[in-house]
Each structure stands twice: as C-alpha cells, then as structure tokens.
C-alpha cells in the first residue's frame, strides 16, 4: 500500500460526458501528479500541483483540468469525453524539500467511455 | 532529461538473479537513475536509484558504470511476484522543480516457474 488512496477505482460513463477522478496524497506529501496510461500511449504525465498551486504541465488536454485543495487532495476533470479517453488514470504523491524523493502512485482508475 | 534504451522483454527462471539492462549514453552530470516497476496494471513502484555509486535496498541492486552511460538492476532472487514492466528513468532532482517522470516502454519482465 503506498498511502495515496485514489477514488473511483472503475468508472464507465458515455462519450460527451464529464468526470471527476479523486485523489488523496500520503500523509504530509504536498505534490501530486496526475498520469495517464492508455494502450497505445504508455504512462504519460498530465499535471503537477504542489501545495495548491499548477506546477508543471504535460500532455493534458485542453478539455481536461485538475485542482488541489487546501487539504492537499487533488481532482481531475475530464470533460466532453471522448472513447479515446478511456484509460488508466493515476495519481502519485511526494515529499517536497529533498533532491531526490521518490513518487508513490496509487493504484489508479480506469475510466471507460462507452 | 536524457532519453533511456531498454530491451522490450526479458525471462528469468524463479530463484535465479534477473539481470535488467538499461543504456543512457547521454545522461548529464547531474542526473540521476530510478527505477520503478508496474505489475500488471497496478500503480507504478519505485524500485531504487543512484547518482553513480552503486545502491542496494531489500528490493534490488542498482550497478551504474563507471562512465554512467549505462546501468543495470538486479533483482537477487526472482519470484513468480516479480513479473512485472520494469522501467529506467533518468532525470535530474532538483528541490523544489517539477518532478515529473518521464516513462519509456520499460522491460517486460517474466519469472518463470
């Protein structure tokens, strides 16, 4: 168990729709990372927020959209979706302050567009 | 952050060292080595990593050459539980900077029984 506690664990909605993904941080982890890993894509990054504020961007989506809470969880819109959406989506946490601490990742959700 | 050359599979009979290759020929001074795996559509794991000396914890043994443009991870006794993609990722660590990882193809790696 790497403590980052990710809600719903399966989800199917239909194409046009709008979903919200949940993220819980470790205990005391004040980045969170959103990724998304499809069948032809592999693991790729789609945003950082660090202590409530966007950090970094990857390949996120204009129609997809993320915020962190003064309680550091995290959520992750997904809007107007399309079948090519359907992946799995996780999100992993770390400390900030060292060089090199590592990422916990959650065990993810997988959305399915229908 | 430099990109990462790793073979797409690899078997391994159980018990026996799992031996997993992984070439960064244009890796910086100032990056350093992770390695984390994904069992079967779980989350990934962070395994290890290193700066240029070589690292062991319970999990694995991280060998980075002396040029570090190449490393290898070693898993000592591999169980059937250690099927898994493994991947190498090279980055630098800077406090307080983005931090997000950058995932290759990684090495689908078998334990046979």
């Known amino acids: 168990d790497s403590g980052v506690t990710q809600t719903p664990k399966h989800l199917i909605t239909a194409t046009g729709q709008r979903v919200t993904l949940r993220c819980s941080p470790r205990?005391?982890?004040?980045?969170v990372y959103w990724y998304q890993q499809s069948l032809d894509q592999g693991l790729q990054f789609l945003i950082q927020?660090?202590?409530?504020?966007?950090?970094a961007k990857g390949n996120i989506l204009e129609r997809f959209s993320a915020q962190q809470f003064p309680d550091l969880h995290s959520e992750l819109n997904l809007s107007s979706l399309e079948l090519g959406d359907s992946a799995l989506y996780f999100c992993?946490?770390?400390?900030?302050?060292?060089?090199?601490?590592?990422?916990?990742f959650g065990q993810g959700t997988r959305l399915t567009v229908v | 952050d430099a990109k990462t050359t790793q073979p797409p599979s690899m078997d391994c009979a159980e018990g026996r060292a799992a031996n997993l290759p992984c070439n960064h020929s244009t890796i910086s001074g100032n990056e350093y080595v992770y390695w984390y795996r994904q069992i079967h559509s779980q989350g990934p794991q962070y395994i290890i990593h290193g700066l240029k000396n070589n690292e062991t914890n319970e999990m694995a043994s991280l060998i980075i050459t002396e040029d570090r443009k190449s490393s290898t991870l070693i898993l000592p006794h591999a169980t059937l539980r250690d099927t898994a993609v493994y991947y190498c990722i090279v980055r630098v660590a800077r406090s307080g900077s983005a931090r997000q990882l950058t995932f290759g193809s990684g090495t689908q790696l078998t334990v046979l029984p």
């Open positions: 205990s005391g982890d004040l980045s």
């Open positions: 927020y660090y202590n409530g504020e966007e950090r």
């Open positions: 992993a946490s770390s400390p900030e302050g060292g060089r090199n601490t590592e990422a916990f």
